[in-house]
């Protein structure tokens, strides 16, 4: 299947730093990324569809400040953790779609906010 | 009523045995049908995906869709331990949305 990577895979900051993350199709173009953040032992809850040349849509009560999105081409989305905090830690997974029926996900991003 | 439906288990069996999952949903926009597998601190990974009612095999995996009573399942026979995971169902309406809507997953602990 078609290969979605994320860097970094984790990362420790303190709180009140900014954190990116990044999201690749390797051998695809995607107009269209998904980022979902993930707790233990649960689903994956969308936070915001990613569209490249054009502003994010995001979920309610999702923070556009707090969490920004840019997808600056068509292989790559970017999420922004501004100011981070301890309750922002989490597992953020991103996804590209390829067709409606076959949507990769990448290997997850584990933030740990001191 | 949530529009996807999934008993998050834990579900346990031994080696060997034949695994159900199953997913209800309520929403009938719904057109694609997905089942994702994902291990523990990975990402999900996509196991099959389907479109029309019915049953489709990959291997040692069927994936059935019956549209008139909204309900999916998917099939795991002859389990091995490395099949167990967290199995989520997905799904996906058609035209230009692409958005998935998950299951809360069902865990599966297949024990040797």
């Known amino acids: 299947g078609a290969v979605v990577s994320q860097h970094p895979s984790w990362v420790i900051c303190k709180s009140g730093t900014s954190v990116k993350i990044e999201c690749r199709s390797l051998d695809f173009q995607a107009t269209t990324m998904f980022w979902y953040r993930q707790f233990p032992k649960q689903s994956l809850m969308l936070m915001a569809t990613s569209n490249e040349g054009s502003k994010a849509t995001y979920e309610q009560g999702v923070e556009k400040d707090k969490f920004l999105i840019n997808h600056a081409s068509l292989t790559l989305s970017t999420l922004t953790v ?33 | ?9 834990p579900l346990s069996v031994p080696e060997g045995a034949i695994v159900s999952l199953n997913c ?3 929403n009938s926009a719904f057109q694609y049908f997905m089942w994702y597998r994902q291990y523990s601190r990975k990402g999900p990974e996509l196991l099959m995906y389907t479109y029309s009612s019915g049953n489709k095999e990959d291997g040692r995996f069927t994936a059935q869709v019956d549209k008139s009573s909204k309900y999916i399942s998917l099939f795991i026979r002859d389990s091995q331990p490395s099949d167990s995971a967290t199995y989520l169902c997905a799904m996906v309406s058609g035209g230009s949305n692409y958005k ?13």
């Open chain 2, 100 to 112: 998935l809507t998950f299951g809360k997953g069902t865990l599966l602990t297949v024990n040797p």
């Open chain 2, 1 to 9: 009523q949530k529009e996807v439906e999934q008993d998050p288990g």
């Open chain 2, 24 to 26: 209800t949903y309520s």
């Open chain 1, 82 to 114: 501004t100011s981070a905090h301890p309750e922002d830690s989490s597992f953020y997974i991103c996804s590209a779609p390829v067709r409606q029926e076959t949507q990769y996900f990448g290997p997850g991003t584990r933030l740990l906010v001191l």
